[in-house]
């Protein structure tokens, strides 16, 4: 893959996978107001996969909060598959999310006291998926089918992260969020999570990375840079 220049726009025609408009979010301690999204708009298409950067504080990790409906911004609404997903009440919004969003983070989605196939299987009770790929195929492709019955805390870094994206693609979605996905990982392992994430994208699946790495960048279909809570020119 080979990086675009900066745009909030899908860079082919394909059918929106999720779409931002118009996003603000504020937040205030005492006196003082930070505006951490100032009127952010972001399309995604399926098969894309699209890296957001920026400095530090600039509105990265509130923007994929967002877009996951883990948090709710103070105007403009997030679509996913072209459904309204904020300003919606929690348990609406809880449910669209597990039928339609997978989450990735450095600090890993597996629940510590299940196994990595437990992990899989309880995403498959949530939001159950017939045509979703099946446990084993999932393990199989991020390289972990001898590790099913392994608990999150006897992974090395490199398998933790592999079966974190597998729960992300567990409930077969139609957009995979990453904040930060690689930033603990050395170079090599670095390397296969992002070939993991483009092989998602290569299936269909839209690919929203959040990251301050280059080779993440340098991977992308597609860059976004925010600056001060606003999409760079």
């Known amino acids: 893959m080979t990086a675009a220049s900066s745009a909030a726009g899908p860079s ?6 999720i779409e931002a408009r118009s996003l603000y979010r504020f937040f205030r301690a005492g006196e003082e107001e930070t505006l951490a999204l100032q009127g952010v708009s972001l399309a995604v ?5 699209v890296v957001v950067v920026g400095p ?9 909060a967002c877009l996951a409906g883990l948090d709710e911004p103070d105007g403009g609404t997030v679509l996913v598959a072209g459904h309204r997903l904020s300003h919606r009440p929690e348990p609406v919004r809880a449910r669209m999310r597990a ?7 450095q600090s890993s989605n597996l629940f510590e006291h299940l196994t990595v196939g437990a ?3 309880f995403v498959r009770a949530v939001a159950p998926s017939p045509s979703g790929p099946a446990d084993l195929d999932l393990l199989h492709r991020v390289g972990l089918d001898a590790r099913s019955a392994a608990y999150p805390d006897e992974l ?14 567990a409930g077969d979605p139609v957009v995979v ?4 996905p690689t930033g603990e990982l050395d170079t090599a392992t670095e390397a296969e999570v992002l070939a993991l994430l483009a092989a998602a994208a290569r299936n269909g699946v839209a690919v929203i990375v959040a990251s301050h790495s280059p080779a993440v960048a340098a991977a992308a279909d597609r860059i976004v840079r925010l600056d001060d809570g606003r999409v760079a020119a």
């Open 45 to 49: 298409a399926a098969g894309e996969l």
């Open 156 to 169: 090395s870094g490199g398998e933790a992260a592999r079966a974190g994206l597998a729960v992300a693609l």
């Open 177 to 180: 969020l990453a904040d930060e």
């Open 119 to 121: 992990n899989l299987a």
């Open 12 to 17: 082919e025609g394909g059918a929106l996978a």
């Open 56 to 64: 530090s504080g600039s509105g990265k990790s509130t923007l994929l």
């Open 99 to 105: 039928q339609r969003i997978g989450i990735l983070t």
